[in-house]
Protein backbone atom coordinates (compact mmCIF):
# COMPACT_ATOMS: atom_id res chain seq x y z
CA UNK A 1 0.00 0.00 0.00
CA UNK A 2 0.97 3.33 -0.78
CA UNK A 3 -0.53 6.69 0.56
CA UNK A 4 -0.48 9.67 -0.61
CA UNK A 5 -0.81 13.43 0.86
CA UNK A 6 -0.98 16.39 -1.16
CA UNK A 7 -0.78 20.33 0.19
CA UNK A 8 0.19 23.73 -1.31
CA UNK A 9 -3.53 24.37 -3.02
CA UNK A 10 -4.96 27.54 -2.91
CA UNK A 11 -6.08 30.77 -4.33
CA UNK A 12 -4.44 32.54 -6.35
CA UNK A 13 -4.91 35.23 -9.60
CA UNK A 14 -4.60 34.86 -12.98
CA UNK A 15 -0.41 35.00 -13.65
CA UNK A 16 1.21 33.74 -10.07
CA UNK A 17 2.20 30.60 -9.07
CA UNK A 18 1.50 27.91 -6.34
CA UNK A 19 3.53 25.03 -5.67
CA UNK A 20 1.22 21.67 -4.82
CA UNK A 21 3.40 18.82 -2.64
CA UNK A 22 2.88 15.11 -2.56
CA UNK A 23 4.06 13.29 0.31
CA UNK A 24 4.47 9.37 -0.06
CA UNK A 25 4.61 6.76 2.64
CA UNK A 26 4.02 3.68 2.69
CA UNK A 27 5.74 0.73 0.08
CA UNK A 28 7.51 3.67 -1.68
CA UNK A 29 10.20 1.18 -3.36
CA UNK A 30 7.25 -0.30 -5.68
CA UNK A 31 6.65 2.88 -6.96
CA UNK A 32 7.51 3.38 -10.66
CA UNK A 33 5.70 6.65 -11.31
CA UNK A 34 4.31 9.67 -9.92
CA UNK A 35 2.42 11.96 -11.28
CA UNK A 36 -0.14 14.76 -10.83
CA UNK A 37 -4.01 14.82 -12.30
CA UNK A 38 -6.73 16.79 -11.90
CA UNK A 39 -10.57 17.39 -12.35
CA UNK A 40 -13.52 20.21 -12.69
CA UNK A 41 -16.53 19.23 -11.96
CA UNK A 42 -18.59 17.11 -14.88
CA UNK A 43 -15.36 16.18 -16.72
CA UNK A 44 -12.91 13.53 -16.75
CA UNK A 45 -9.68 13.41 -14.51
CA UNK A 46 -6.98 14.42 -17.03
CA UNK A 47 -3.14 13.78 -16.82
CA UNK A 48 -0.76 17.30 -15.27
CA UNK A 49 2.27 15.75 -14.90
CA UNK A 50 3.89 12.63 -14.56
CA UNK A 51 7.74 11.71 -13.56
CA UNK A 52 9.27 8.14 -14.08
CA UNK A 53 11.89 6.38 -11.47
CA UNK A 54 14.55 7.43 -14.18
CA UNK A 55 13.43 10.87 -14.07
CA UNK A 56 11.80 11.06 -17.47
CA UNK A 57 8.87 13.47 -17.44
CA UNK A 58 5.58 14.03 -19.54
CA UNK A 59 3.23 17.30 -19.91
CA UNK A 60 -0.38 17.52 -20.77
CA UNK A 61 0.55 20.03 -23.83
CA UNK A 62 -1.90 22.99 -21.87
CA UNK A 63 0.57 22.82 -18.73
CA UNK A 64 4.24 22.82 -21.30
CA UNK A 65 6.33 25.67 -20.46
CA UNK A 66 4.41 26.65 -17.31
CA UNK A 67 4.29 23.30 -14.61
CA UNK A 68 7.33 21.29 -13.52
CA UNK A 69 7.11 18.28 -12.02
CA UNK A 70 9.88 17.59 -9.52
CA UNK A 71 10.85 15.28 -6.53
CA UNK A 72 12.92 15.21 -3.54
CA UNK A 73 14.05 11.64 -2.41
CA UNK A 74 15.17 12.09 0.70
CA UNK A 75 11.51 13.53 1.79
CA UNK A 76 10.00 10.84 -0.25
CA UNK A 77 8.13 14.03 -1.84
CA UNK A 78 7.15 14.88 -5.29
CA UNK A 79 6.18 18.60 -6.29
CA UNK A 80 4.28 20.64 -9.13
CA UNK A 81 5.40 24.11 -9.74
CA UNK A 82 2.91 26.00 -11.13
CA UNK A 83 3.64 29.19 -12.99
CA UNK A 84 1.53 31.48 -15.20
CA UNK A 85 -1.72 30.27 -14.03
CA UNK A 86 -4.66 30.58 -15.79
CA UNK A 87 -8.59 30.65 -14.64
CA UNK A 88 -8.78 27.14 -16.71
CA UNK A 89 -6.31 25.40 -14.80
CA UNK A 90 -8.91 25.76 -11.62
CA UNK A 91 -9.64 22.53 -10.66
CA UNK A 92 -8.97 19.65 -8.01
CA UNK A 93 -5.30 18.48 -8.41
CA UNK A 94 -4.66 14.70 -7.55
CA UNK A 95 -1.56 12.94 -6.59
CA UNK A 96 -0.57 10.09 -8.03
CA UNK A 97 1.03 6.62 -7.88
CA UNK A 98 1.38 3.86 -10.33
CA UNK A 99 3.38 0.74 -8.75
CA UNK A 100 5.15 -2.51 -10.27
CA UNK A 101 2.11 -4.78 -9.68
CA UNK A 102 -0.30 -2.15 -11.99
CA UNK A 103 -2.01 -0.39 -8.79
CA UNK A 104 -2.78 3.29 -8.74
CA UNK A 105 -2.69 4.98 -5.57
CA UNK A 106 -4.37 8.86 -5.46
CA UNK A 107 -4.39 11.07 -2.86
CA UNK A 108 -7.26 13.23 -1.42
CA UNK A 109 -6.95 16.34 -3.80
CA UNK A 110 -6.36 19.93 -3.58
CA UNK A 111 -8.19 22.78 -4.60
CA UNK A 112 -6.40 25.19 -6.54
CA UNK A 113 -8.59 28.24 -8.12
CA UNK A 114 -7.36 30.88 -9.95
CA UNK A 115 -9.25 34.12 -10.00
CA UNK A 116 -9.07 36.01 -13.50
Known amino acids: QVQLVESGGGLVQAGGSLRLSCAAS????????MGWYRQVPGKQRELVAV???????NYADSVKGRFTISRDNARNTVYLQMNSLKSEDTAVYYC??????????WGQGTQVTVSS
Open 51 to 57: LTNEGST
Open 26 to 33: GDIFSINT
Open 96 to 105: NAYNRYYRDF
